[in-house]
């Protein structure tokens, strides 16, 4: 059985990194063909993907966060980790890391997460 577990401080300052780690067990993140992404919850934006990581190791990336956004992975803790830089004050939200898989039917191609973390809430304020 595969299982997500997210950790990281619960408390972040404006203008300074988000850093949260996924911790998976039951389950490698090299494993052909999942991909290991980050979604989170907040009141004004409901569900909102962040990017993920491929079980080959590329990285895909919602494109206004891109810029401020790490996701990199350790193979040997079989952990995957998200850094968003330069954090502004907004209402909590809970993050989330997602074992994801993807089917494809002609050019349309649809992203399914399957098992998800229990989430952890982050709030920035100061």
């Known amino acids: 059985q595969v299982q997500l577990r997210e950790s990281g401080p619960g408390l972040v300052k404006p203008s300074q990194t988000l850093s949260l780690i996924c911790t998976v067990s039951?389950?490698?993140?090299?494993?052909?063909?999942?991909?290991w992404s980050w979604i989170r919850q907040s009141p004004g934006k409901g569900l909102e993907w962040m990017g993920d990581?491929?079980?080959?190791?590329?990285?895909y990336y919602r494109p206004s966060l891109k810029s401020r956004t790490s996701i990199s992975r350790d193979t040997s803790q079989n952990q995957f980790a998200l850094q968003l830089s330069s954090v502004t004050p907004e209402a909590p939200a809970v993050y989330y890391c997602?074992?994801?898989?993807?089917?494809?039917?002609?050019?349309?191609?649809?992203?399914?997460?399957?098992?998800w973390g229990e989430g952890t809430l982050v709030t920035v304020s100061s």
């Open positions: 997602v074992r994801g898989a993807s089917s494809r039917s002609g050019a349309i191609v649809y992203r399914f997460y399957e098992v």
């Open positions: 990581i491929a079980y080959s190791g590329s990285t």
């Open positions: 039951g389950g490698s993140i090299t494993t052909a063909y999942y991909y």
